[in-house]
């Protein structure tokens, strides 16, 4: 009997091959992940950048008056909207305008939106979500 125990306690063979296996199923879903992370982080970087170009854009439709004072810019809502609208359209990629105003009168604030969707799907990451971007951008001229 104890010649079968000793035996058996040294006998570790095919033992590792679960661990191996278990480890890299591990390593390739962290892999996944962190490609998913990756494209959601870059997707939500380009939607602010064309948030930012979009309300740089808007905070070119401004509108000048001139009076005994002297000549003033005022930003018009309609006109920042035809603004970021323009741009959107021509360079957004899928992106929409959600919103573009004026609150001031002297800065442009727009908004927009797209769909994310993950290069690899896995069962740990949504299928995808809407992300939102807003810019705000004050005209030079006063």
Do not use: N
């Amino acid at each position: 009997m104890r010649r079968w125990l000793r035996a058996r306690r040294g006998d570790d063979e095919g033992s590792i091959l679960p661990l191996t296996i278990g480890y890299a199923m591990i390593a390739l879903v962290l892999v996944l992940v962190c490609a998913d992370a990756t494209s959601l982080y870059l997707a939500q970087k380009r939607l602010d950048a064309l948030a930012d170009a979009a309300a740089l854009a808007g905070a070119d439709g401004f509108a000048l008056t001139a009076d005994d004072a002297g000549a003033t810019a005022r930003l018009v809502s309609a006109s920042v909207r035809r603004q970021a609208e323009t741009l959107v359209a021509d360079v957004g990629a899928g992106a929409v305008l959600v919103d573009a105003d004026t609150p001031d009168g002297l800065s442009a604030r727009v908004r927009v939106a797209g769909q994310w969707h993950p290069p690899v799907i896995t069962l740990f990451v949504p299928d995808g979500f809407t992300l939102e971007a807003q810019a705000t951008s004050r005209t030079a001229l006063r």
